[in-house]
């Protein structure tokens, strides 16, 4: 009773009520373990229909039936239903119970007992609800108990390992905490476990049935959710699974589970806010060297501080934009609110960046929506097939973590000029600015920092009067034509530019003929007042396409 939380038919029968009616147990008597969630007296005839399972029904017989197969049908419908067992007093219906009843529960697996004399049934439904209670509240107490022993740990300086343990001792099996999508994070097995259950092979070979049955948790495990911040992806933060490969799962272990949870939820929310604290400091070192506030002669020895320990090669920055609503692609220079966990963005990066191979400080800058980080090279030649590697994982931490808002471009990744500490300060600026002005572009895996400087110059003039009217002269009849006419001709000219003016490309990319290309064309010319075969106007179309991206209404 003091760990199942409820009362077996055997001790029912054990209790004054029913001992008293003198019971005798006429079918399968091996289940009197069988654990009673409820008591319910009743004559009805579709009494089955009224229990929900565990149940101890008394009855006196009167819905029993008279015939043979009423009384089969009434047994097999309580035995469906997974009541506990089913007490018949005899006396006002039977002297003695029928052997279709006997025979049927037999065959069933439903203890079935006869009293020999009459009881009051209220009194023995008290007695029984008591003992539940009481259970209950037995199990209550070993809760709180392990309750206020994990919470003393944490109190005392354990973290996370220690709650675990205490759990894990407590019911006698091995206990994990893995992430909302199956990721292992913490193990723990009980003190008394022998040496040979190494709980990291008891959960390599759960998680490799769990992968082969392609669904669920290990039969019998206790599983409790760790409450996150907000809905979907926040709305777990870990869970707490407790295989039962030592001993059974009972209901007081989850209870002790669940109290537990919300201990580790507030050491979790502690490690998470160190972590984005470090990760912002990270991000903070990052800025104050890209603006100049480090001496390069001081930076190698504050990056080891943090961890950082490049070789002798070069280092190359790289930096994350995290995407602009769609309607602030205008705006590059506003402020973004964090989208979401800083932590778990910059961990779910830094897991992914553990494949590339390379030593990497990576920050956090939040108000900014941007990740800057620097990597350690062995050469040069590492740039590109690094850079691929990188911005990869960078875009799978960012989907990992759930950051991205919805209606929000993809993340801009931009990778600077690799150098020294001493180019470090301006190739970091350089790459953070570019990042910025990149957010209007077409969307690539990375950009090349080398080759955006027009691109950024021009975002550096975005608020300049000038620019909005240079971009107006050049392709504002064109632009007034599409807002109202197709086929829209934008389009066409920017492939024409793309291409270098090359017609048979441009007319294969955009399916088209090329007396239809002519045609469009022709009318571009016409628009705009200008030949495209003249080379300073083609300039300056080309400057006018990239500089829209950056102006209002572009």
Known sequence: METQGGITVRRALELPGLRGGLPEVVACAEALDRTVRWVHAGEAPNIASLLKGGELLLTTGLGLG???????????????????????????????LPAALVDTARSAGLPLVQLHREVPFVSVTEEVHTEIVNGHYALLRQAEEVHRRCTEAVLDGGGVERVLRILADFTGNPVFLETAEGRLLYAAAPGAAPAAADPLD?????RGRRA????GPPAGAVLVDIAGRGHGTGAVRARLVIPAVSAAALPVHRLAAERAAGTLAVVLMQARQEEELAARGRGDFLTD?????????????????????????????????????????????????????????????????SAVGVPVLLGVRPVEGRVPLLLGLRAESERTAVADRVAAALRAGVARAGVE????????????VAGGWAAASASLRHAA?????????????????????????????????????????????LRAHDRSSRPALLPTLEVFLAHAGRKAETARELHLNRQTLYNRLG????????????????????????????????
């Open 433 to 477: 600015e570019t990042a910025a002005a990149a957010s209007g572009l077409p969307d690539l895996p990375w950009y090349d920092a080398r080759r955006l400087d027009i691109d950024l110059l021009l975002w550096r003039l975005r608020e300049h009067p000038d620019l909005a009217a240079f971009v107006d002269r050049a392709i504002g009849p």
């Open 405 to 416: 808002r919805p209606g929000a471009r993809p993340p801009v990744v931009v990778v600077g």
């Open 66 to 96: 008279s015939r043979p197969a009423e009384q089969r049908a009434f047994v097999r419908r309580l035995a469906d239903r997974g009541i506990a067992a089913l007490v018949v007093e005899l006396g006002a219906r039977f002297d003695r």
């Open 289 to 353: 060297l890209a603006e100049g506030r480090i001496r390069p002669e001081d930076a190698p020895e504050r990056a080891r501080v943090l961890g950082f320990r490049p070789g002798d090669g070069p280092l190359l920055p790289v930096v994350m934009r995290l995407g602009p609503d769609r309607a602030a692609d205008r705006d590059p220079g506003a402020e973004l609110p964090p989208a979401g966990n800083w932590a778990v963005l910059a961990g779910a990066v830094l897991e992914e960046l």
């Open 202 to 206: 008891v959960w390599a070979g759960l």
């Open 212 to 215: 082969a049955r392609a669904a």
């Open 523 to 554: 009318r571009i010319s016409e628009l705009l007042g200008t030949d495209l075969d003249d080379p300073q106007a083609v300039l300056a179309l080309s400057l006018a396409l990239r500089a829209r991206r950056h102006t209002p209404g572009g």
